[in-house]
Structure formats: structure tokens, C-alpha cells
């Protein structure tokens, strides 16, 4: 598979690229396809699925992720996904459900950190007809409704110590009784639990069971952060300029590479959705027929290189742009929108630059002359 993706600055006919799992529509389901050579173990574990429920990315993190998604999915087996929060691991779940022999059954996914307690319970294993106040009919619980298929817990490790009692119980025995009843209810499903706490040092703090951990942690796999694949940030922005450019009915647009470069630089911490969310707000904002640096957030653009890692050629760049922006302030006397003009870009972006590349005292500095001349008659300064 081709690893080249359109940036700026590159003739049309090299800026296509074909991935057979970007389709025409979104709700098209996407064959099976390898990534990287095709050999089976790298083979992405897909029989079909919903373009918007496919992990992406050829980085060796994620071929041994392919690798042991194929190997698991066809087992029964509890699996426990660490990782991040971001990092996909529902993605992984529902690769898991989808290639398994419980696939024609339901994947009933429940976050355990959004639900309270009390109703968490009920939500997990249903309640008889007057179990509790308000609770006016029998009603089936989703561990119940998911028989023969199965059941995805994310942040796991946020259950109540009640409830991983009666969790332990449904993975030992594969039964439960409701809320409120006494006869035991038999169920076949298959447990796939997600958490992006550490569960070894949370049952050491005796704030998880250690039995119950034993019981999930049949087979642990984790979803890699962003950054510990960032060969996979180009292909990821363009499924996102994709993705969102059909959503907003707007024209798919290229990545700068000043641009690409600023989100390969970048750590996200909120992982691949944090990656997501600004390819999309920069298609949305952005003015031109291409993203640009000024169309992400600041917090992507503030971060410089490190001293210890800035080569010799990213240091003669970085003294070329002062020298570039200084020329161009001093030329347009103080004025930062003639001297964006003069340099090509917005007025905004120009300020950024300023900032980032530590300018500010020197511009101002500028700006006090020109203002000085302006006052005693030698010519107009810079308003803006």
C-alpha cells in the first residue's frame, strides 16, 4: 500500500492515492485488505465493517496490533485492551466481535465511568418488577439482551467493588440473577474489557480484584499512543480531511507541509482523536485550498524543538524565518498586516510566528522606533 498522501506544493497527478478502505460513501462496508506486504500475519483482521469503525495505520505498532487481533478474535477468550484514552480501543473491541463467531449477535458496548452506580447495576443486569422505587415493569439487562454475542466494558477499572463481585461471578459461573430476583439467569457472551488505568497497580492499591483482574486479563493486549507511531499522522489526517470534507459537504483539501510538519512534531496526548478533532476544525476554519499552520490550535504550533534534538538545518530555518519577519516589520515600519502581506501569509499567523519564534521584544522594539520617527515628523508608523 502506497504510504504517500497529498501535501502542497506537489503536481496533481502525484497527489493521488488510492486506500481501499476510504470508499465513496461512509456507511459503505470495507473488504478485507492488508497493510504493509501481504503475507497473513500483517492482515488487517476485517471481514467487513463501517468505514468509521476501521483502525488505520502500517506503523510496526500497529501490524503486531493486526497480528494479535487475528489470532484472538476467532477464541472466546475475555480479552483486556489497555491504552490511552483516544488511542482506538473500542475500535479494537468491535475488530474483535466482528471477526469472531459471535459476529451475527449483538456488541453491547457500556461505558462504567459514565453510568452511576446504582443504575450501572441495573443497566448491567436488569431488574424484576419492584426491585426498587420507580421500577414499575421487569426489564432484561444488556448482559442478558447481548446473549450469544458480546459485551464490551470500557473503563473497567472504574467499576464499583460491589459490582466487580457480581462481575466475577458472571465470568466464573456464566450466570447472574437481576436486581430484586433470585433465579439465576444462564448467559453466553464473551467479555471484552478496556481501561486506561494501570489494573496491576490499582489491584496493589486493593482498589481493583485481584481475581476479577486474573479473569479479564486472560489475554491483554494495548492500543499504542500517538506518539509512539507518528508514521501513521499522515495517513490518519488524510482519512480525517476525507472523512469531514464529505460530512461538511466541503472540497477535500491538501496538507502544507509546514502544516504536516507541525503535527508530526506534536506529542497528542489526546491521541488519535485529539488528531481527529483538529483536522476537523481546520477544515472548517481554514480559508485556503490547503491546511495550513495558521489553521491549527495553538497548542500544536507553540511547541518548539527541543535545543537537544533541533539539527543544523532546523536551526538555519528557524534564524531564516526571524530574519524574514524582522525584514518584513522593518520594511512596513512597524504594520503587522503590510509586513504579512510582504511574507505571504495572514496577519494572525504572522503573530504566531512572533510569538513562538520568541520575537516580540524585538518587533516591539521595532515598533518603538518607528512610532519615534512617526512623532517627529519622518514618516507614518505602523498601526496595526
Known amino acids: 500500500m502506497s504510504s504517500r498522501f497529498p501535501v502542497l506544493g506537489e503536481e496533481p497527478g502525484d497527489s ?21 506486504d501481504d503475507s497473513p500475519e500483517n492482515r488487517r483482521p ?19 496490533v493486526y497480528r494479535l487481533l487475528a489470532k484472538v478474535a476467532p477464541a472466546d477468550s475475555t480479552v483486556l485492551i489497555e491504552g490511552e484514552s483516544g488511542t482506538g480501543k473500542e475500535l479494537a473491541a468491535r475488530a474483535l466481535h466482528r471477526n469472531s463467531r459471535r459476529s451475527g449477535k449483538p456488541l453491547l458496548a457500556i461505558n462504567c465511568a459514565a453510568i452511576p452506580e446504582a443504575l450501572l447495576e441495573s443497566d448491567l443486569f436488569g431488574h424484576e418488577r419492584g426491585a426498587f422505587t420507580g421500577a414499575a415493569t421487569q426489564k432484561k439487562g444488556r448482559l442478558e439482551v447481548a446473549d450469544g454475542g458480546s459485551v464490551f466494558l470500557d473503563e473497567i477499572g472504574e467499576l464499583a467493588p460491589a459490582l466487580q463481585v457480581k462481575l466475577l461471578r458472571v465470568l466464573q459461573e456464566r450466570e447472574f440473577e437481576r436486581v430484586g430476583g433470585t433465579q439465576p439467569i444462564k448467559v453466553d457472551i464473551r467479555l471484552i474489557a478496556a481501561t486506561n ?14 481475581d476479577l483482574y486474573y479473569r479479564l486479563a486472560v489475554v491483554k493486549m494495548t492500543m499504542p499512543a500517538l506518539r509512539e507511531r507518528k508514521e501513521d499522522i499522515p495517513m490518519l489526517a488524510w482519512y480525517f480531511v476525507l472523512k469531514y470534507a464529505k460530512r461538511s459537504k466541503l472540497k477535500p483539501k491538501t496538507i502544507s507541509r509546514e502544516a504536516m510538519a507541525a503535527l508530526l512534531r506534536y506529542d497528542w496526548p489526546g491521541n488519535v482523536r485529539e488528531l481527529e478533532n483538529t483536522i476537523e476544525r481546520a477544515l472548517v476554519l481554514g480559508t485556503r485550498e490547503s491546511l495550513l499552520p495558521e489553521d491549527l490550535p495553538d497548542s500544536i504550533l507553540d511547541k518548539p524543538l527541543p535545543d537537544s534534538v533541533e539539527g543544523k538545518y532546523q536551526a538555519r530555518v528557524r534564524e531564516l524565518k526571524k530574519k524574514l519577519i524582522v525584514g518584513a516589520i522593518e520594511q512596513s515600519r512597524g504594520s503587522y498586516v503590510e509586513a504579512a502581506k510582504i511574507l505571504g501569509m495572514h496577519p494572525n499567523y504572522l503573530h504566531r510566528l512572533v510569538r513562538n519564534l520568541a520575537l516580540k521584544d524585538q518587533i516591539n522594539a521595532i515598533v518603538a522606533t518607528s512610532w519615534k520617527g512617526h512623532l517627529e515628523g519622518r514618516g507614518p508608523a505602523g498601526l496595526s
Request: aromatic share 10%.
Open 16 to 36: 493521488k492515492i488510492h486506500l481501499p478502505y476510504i470508499e465513496d460513501r461512509a456507511e459503505e462496508e470495507v473488504p478485507e485488505f492488508t497493510v504493509g
Open 46 to 64: 476485517w471481514v467487513s465493517g463501517p468505514q468509521e469503525e476501521t483502525l488505520l495505520g502500517e506503523s510496526a505498532r500497529m501490524k503486531a
Open 197 to 210: 488505568r494501570n489494573l496491576e497497580e490499582a489491584v496493589w492499591k486493593r482498589e481493583f480484584r485481584r
